[in-house]
């Protein structure tokens, strides 16, 4: 007896997909539910599972070949050396993989969040979260700056004004002398002294941290390959998106100090009771879907010459994968709590690199989160995709000296951990003042911090 696998419906709107690649040959056993082939939709890539158990009899689709739902893929039989004939595809059994049931959302989210120059971590390797960005441990608000903290031979906590005046004049790096002070501080002797020591006396920089070593050479270099059904899909939707809307950036410049310092105090406790290390993207998305309640604007979808206002945020976050971006969802996410958001990223971001995910789980996205500072990005321009009318990038979070004023008004100048965060958004929709009202709210709910109550611990 033999058994006809079929193509599954992947998706309430999937109606077509294309093999990539075989996991079985002809000749092969293959058990119940082991994967069986690749297949790539406009969606998502997935496995498609055996429903059998049994020996590959035939195969009749093959890679880069594109079939309807439905279609016939591979024949498996017995193995028993019986009657190997197909079945009738009639008497097919209920496609394999489960449709989840439509998700309540008006819309489809777009696959692709935005053409963002890197995946997620400032390392070579992605990160499993959607990009977690990892700050430094951050100075307190009103300290002077301090030497590089990469030279080990310097603790200069504090270097006065005066000394810093001498380095300067005497043309002496305080990053690579040792301060005899208290605690090591340099102190204006030491740069005198550094000043008429031998050359040999100023610790040099290592050749490990001076010399460039470049990287590997791809071995695409001078090749030629077939786009793939996804990346042809992003394709074909960036442009039409550019096309078809008016978008413009707006730029905001949000200090992350206290954020950084909430990090620090709980990662413990959040690591023991949620099993994952907190980090910037949970405050992120919590403020921008909080935000999205209050301006409904940059929720909404432009249906002919009506606008939709969605019920729910619904954060879809973009995710680098090897076969390109793509965006789950995060539903009701103004509803949940940073524990919540986190556990939710660090799954969906897994199961998406591990093409894992259900294709509805990639559907009914409003709004769009992109890590752009994931490999150390300021900031870019991300692409809004239809029918979404804004997606908001998010720098990389660096300590840089900034103007601070204390309770009495009186400015001085610290060393703080900021970010920028870029909102592109639709024209015909979102005005430029809307844009500017949404990223305020945002910048005031991140710069106060106040998440005590809704971190879930």
Not at 131 to 155: H, I, K
Not at 172 to 183: A, E, F, R, Y
Not at 259 to 276: E, N, T, Y
Not at 386 to 392: C, F, N, S, T
Request: glycine share 8%; no cysteine.
């Amino acid at each position: 007896m033999s058994e006809s696998v079929v193509l599954p419906a992947l998706g309430e709107s999937v109606t077509e997909g294309t093999v990539t690649r075989w996991l079985k040959k002809v000749g092969d056993t293959v058990a119940v539910d082991e994967p069986l082939v690749e297949v790539s939709t406009d969606k998502v890539d997935t496995e498609i599972p055996s429903p059998v158990a049994g020996v590959i009899e035939q195969i009749l689709v093959q890679e880069d070949e594109t079939v309807q739902v439905g279609a016939v893929l591979v024949i498996i039989g017995s193995g028993a050396g019986g009657d190997s004939a197909p079945a009738p595809v009639a008497e097919v059994a209920a496609p394999v993989v489960e449709v989840p049931a439509p998700v309540a959302a008006p819309i489809s989210s777009p696959v692709f969040a935005a053409p963002v120059a890197a995946p997620i971590v400032p390392a070579p390797v992605a990160a499993p979260v959607a990009a977690p960005v990892v700050a430094a441990p951050v100075v307190p608000a009103y300290q002077a700056p301090v030497a590089a903290a990469s030279v080990e031979t310097s603790d200069a906590g504090y270097v006065t004004p005066l000394v810093r005046k001498l380095a300067s004049e005497v043309g002496i790096d305080l990053s690579q002398i040792s301060g005899t002070g208290v605690g090591g501080r340099i102190r204006k002797d030491d740069v005198l002294a550094a000043q008429h020591a031998p050359a040999a006396a100023v610790s040099a920089p290592t050749s490990a941290t001076s010399t460039f070593v470049p990287g590997a050479a791809s071995p695409l270099r001078g090749t030629t390959e077939p786009m793939s059904r996804l990346r042809k899909v992003l394709a074909e939707r960036a442009v039409a998106s550019m096309i078809s809307t008016a978008q413009l950036t707006t730029v905001v410049e949000v200090d992350m100090t206290k954020i950084a310092l909430l990090r620090a105090r709980v990662q413990p406790q959040f690591v023991a009771k949620s099993g994952g290390k907190l980090n910037f993207m949970p405050f992120f998305a919590l403020a921008a879907a909080e935000a999205l309640r209050v301006h409904p604007k940059l929720n909404a979808t432009i249906d002919g010459e009506n606008i939709v206002y969605h019920g729910t945020e619904n954060i879809a976050f973009a995710v680098d994968t090897e076969k390109g971006l793509l965006t789950p969802v995060i539903r009701d996410a103004a509803g949940l709590n940073i524990m919540q958001i986190a556990q939710q990223i660090a799954d969906l971001a897994a199961r998406t690199r591990a093409s894992q995910l259900k294709p509805d789980e990639l559907g009914g996205g409003t709004f769009t989160l992109t890590n752009t500072g994931s490999r150390g990005a300021l900031f870019d321009t991300p692409v809004v995709f239809l029918p979404q009318v804004a997606i908001l990038g998010t720098g990389v979070v660096s300590k840089r000296a900034v103007v601070v004023a204390d309770a009495d008004g009186l400015e001085s100048i610290a060393i703080r951990s900021m970010v920028y965060l870029a909102l592109s958004y639709d024209h015909r929709l979102v005005d430029g003042a809307d844009a500017s009202r949404f990223l305020v709210d945002i910048k005031a709910r991140l710069e106060q911090a106040d998440f005590a109550g809704v971190l879930g611990l």
